[in-house]
């Protein structure tokens, strides 16, 4: 049998080589576990900011700091300030009007060059504290094409920088500096080179295990599977001079959608802090999304150390100052992400949550987490349209009035409900559902209701006299029976003539908030047809003498 290799015909297996991965026999990051949280970078200000159409103004960057303190972040990259007059701006704003936190550090981006780096310490002139991140690239075509220099001419970059850094900070000594340095592009970069560049930074700066320094490892184009970042990191960590002076921190990118994945990897490997954004908004595919990698961890019961439970604010803030809608199917955030609209999800979430006790682990099928932790109300899981069973109209149905709809209940439900959503072919909301149950089930305007009645005796002795009303006209009626509803449907079947057969009867108190004080549900045949009614009353007898009537009434429309 013949086939095509390829099944377009110009594709060049060539042109794109595979990456190359790291021959390790000591891997030990596949065994490990995370714990506890990273230290937390958010670069939303910077990375986030520098990638936008029309880069934030200082309100919208005022707004998105607001949302990363109080979220909890300790570290925030707050621009490039020797980039642009606004970045510069918003950290003098910052440090002038006082705005940052005690136990909260700011961190400023600069290439390895001299003006530039003078002028970030200008911007961060009267800081009490700052993170100094110096970076230049070394990836071999960032060597070879962009920088026309040889491996010693790049490190000789990051060394004059360091050194810079290093000098410029001891002109402001009244503030605690740490310094950072990533060789940017480093998932590119040879490991070997790069632990080069880095322990010739470490050379300059001499950290101790009491005044570190941060190394900051991106994956600046996401270009290999996570594994191979992880095991770049691992390799990194075993390497690198004086590890226990050095945090290093990751910057991963999200090109191959793995962003997050390689995050999480590279922590197993050994880093020790993340840098990332809110949403993933950044560069291209965006950075590394620290809201996901923090639900991750929430959701295996590890404290991610950041409040995400305002996930509407995180939202709405970040879509202001992006001008980047959320996916509704954004991981854990996302609108659609704790809805189901298919019947068997919804039949299985439905018992899920009915049996779910309050001091048992969270154990819900397709709900990862309780919606509520972040702000979302059940209401929002379960949504009803073509695609829906039983479950989730009865569901929504339960919520809005506060009842328990009895299997027998649902099962009739479904199919004026499926019907209708097939004919609106669109999604039916609570309402749409609640006024055809009424319509469906419970008497309408016009029809005939209980108006008033006595009942005497009790037991087999039950006698009931009862008056109707038809919305113009008051019919008596009486009859007895070996309880009150037998009584009742003796008494209509005198009256009227319709001969009430019950096949099934529920009855329950309505929940809080109802104005009815119960509900009753009545199947029955009448004439060798099945109706089911429904109604609700302040009090249980009307209720169900009510329910009667709803079938009653859809009886004698029928005739
Ligand atoms: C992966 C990242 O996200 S890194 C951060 C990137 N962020 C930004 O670039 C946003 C802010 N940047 C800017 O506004 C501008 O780049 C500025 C104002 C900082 C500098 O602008 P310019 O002076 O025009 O330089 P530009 O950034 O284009 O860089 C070009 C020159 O700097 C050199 N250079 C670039 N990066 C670095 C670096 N990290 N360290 C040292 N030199 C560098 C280049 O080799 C090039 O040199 P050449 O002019 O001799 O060929
Ligand atoms: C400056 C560095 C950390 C960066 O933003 C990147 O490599 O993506």
């Known amino acids: 049998m013949s086939h095509h290799q390829y099944s377009n015909p110009d594709f060049n297996p060539e042109k794109y080589p595979r990456f190359p991965v790291i021959r390790k026999t000591d891997r030990r990051w596949p065994n490990a576990e995370i714990r506890t949280a990273p230290l937390w970078c958010s670069v939303d200000l910077r990375?986030?900011?520098?990638?936008?159409?029309?880069?934030?103004?200082?309100?919208?960057?005022?707004?998105?700091?607001?949302?990363?303190?109080?979220?909890?972040?300790?570290?925030?990259?707050?621009?490039?300030?020797?980039?642009?007059?606004?970045?510069?701006?918003?950290?003098?704003?910052?440090?002038?009007?006082?705005?940052?936190?005690?136990?909260?550090?700011?961190?400023?981006?600069?290439?390895?060059?001299?003006?530039?780096?003078?002028?970030?310490?200008?911007?961060?002139?009267?800081?009490?504290?700052?993170?100094?991140?110096v970076y230049n690239s070394t990836s071999p075509v960032q060597r070879k094409k962009v920088f026309n220099l040889d491996k010693a001419g790049i490190v000789d970059i990051a060394r004059q920088g360091a050194a810079k850094v290093q000098q410029v900070a001891r002109d402001y000594p009244a503030t605690d500096w740490t310094f950072q340095y990533s060789p940017e592009s480093f998932s590119s970069t040879e490991v070997e080179f790069a632990v080069e560049v880095c322990n010739a930074v470490i050379e300059v700066w001499q950290p101790t295990p009491e005044k570190k320094i941060i190394l900051n490892l991106p994956a600046t184009v996401e270009s290999a599977m996570p594994n191979v970042f992880a095991d770049q990191i691992e390799w990194f960590c075993d390497h690198v001079n004086q590890r226990d002076s050095v945090l290093v921190s990751i910057h991963t990118h999200n090109d191959r959608g793995c962003a997050v994945a390689a995050a999480e990897m590279a922590i197993l490997a050994g880093a020790d802090r993340i840098e990332g954004t809110l949403l993933g908004n950044g560069e291209r595919t965006g950075n590394m999304d620290i809201v996901t990698m923090a639900m991750n961890l929430y959701s295996q019961g590890i404290d991610p150390q950041l409040d995400i439970s305002m996930a509407d604010d995180i939202i709405s803030t970040v879509e202001a100052c992006t001008n980047?809608?959320?996916?509704?199917?954004?991981?854990?955030?996302?609108?659609?992400?704790?809805?189901?609209?298919?019947?068997?999800?919804?039949?299985?979430?439905?018992?899920?949550?009915?049996?779910?006790?309050?001091?048992?682990?969270?154990?819900?099928?397709?709900?990862?987490?309780?919606?509520?932790?972040?702000?979302?109300?059940?209401?929002?899981?379960?949504?009803?349209?073509?695609?829906?069973?039983?479950?989730?109209?009865?569901?929504?149905?339960?919520?809005?009035?506060?009842?328990?709809?009895?299997?027998?209940?649902?099962?009739?439900?479904a199919q004026p409900v499926q019907a209708l959503a097939e004919r609106s072919a669109s999604e039916l909301q609570t309402d749409d559902i609640v006024r055809l149950f009424r319509h469906t089930f419970m008497t309408s305007h016009g029809q005939l209701q209980l108006d008033s009645y006595t009942l005497e005796g009790s037991g087999h002795q039950s006698a009931v006299q009862a008056c109707l009303n038809d919305g113009s006209n008051l019919v008596s009626l009486h009859g007895h029976g070996n309880g009150a509803i037998s009584a009742f449907t003796d008494a209509i079947h005198r009256a009227l003539g319709v001969a009430v057969q019950i096949v099934q009867f529920d009855e329950q108190s309505a929940g809080e908030g109802s104005d009815a004080g119960a509900v009753a549900f009545i199947q029955a045949n009448i004439n060798g047809q099945r109706y089911t009614g429904a109604a609700a009353d302040e009090d249980t007898l009307s209720a169900s003498m009510n329910a009667i009537l709803a079938v009653v009434n859809q009886s004698l429309k029928q005739q």
């Open 47 to 133: 990375d986030g900011n520098q990638a936008l159409i029309e880069p934030m103004n200082v309100s919208q960057k005022q707004a998105m700091w607001h949302l990363l303190v109080n979220m909890g972040f300790k570290e925030i990259e707050v621009g490039f300030p020797a980039a642009s007059q606004p970045d510069f701006d918003f950290v003098r704003w910052l440090i002038e009007e006082n705005r940052i936190p005690d136990d909260v550090t700011i961190q400023v981006l600069v290439q390895a060059r001299n003006d530039l780096i003078e002028r970030t310490y200008e911007a961060l002139d009267g800081a009490r504290r700052a993170v100094v991140h």
């Open 324 to 413: 980047i809608k959320t996916h509704p199917r954004h991981p854990w955030l996302g609108e659609l992400v704790y809805t189901a609209f298919s019947g068997s999800h919804q039949d299985a979430i439905r018992k899920c949550l009915a049996a779910q006790t309050e001091n048992e682990p969270w154990d819900i099928a397709y709900l990862p987490i309780n919606p509520e932790d972040i702000g979302r109300s059940y209401q929002s899981v379960i949504r009803v349209n073509s695609q829906s069973g039983k479950g989730g109209a009865s569901y929504l149905l339960e919520q809005a009035m506060g009842i328990t709809l009895p299997r027998w209940v649902q099962i009739e439900l």
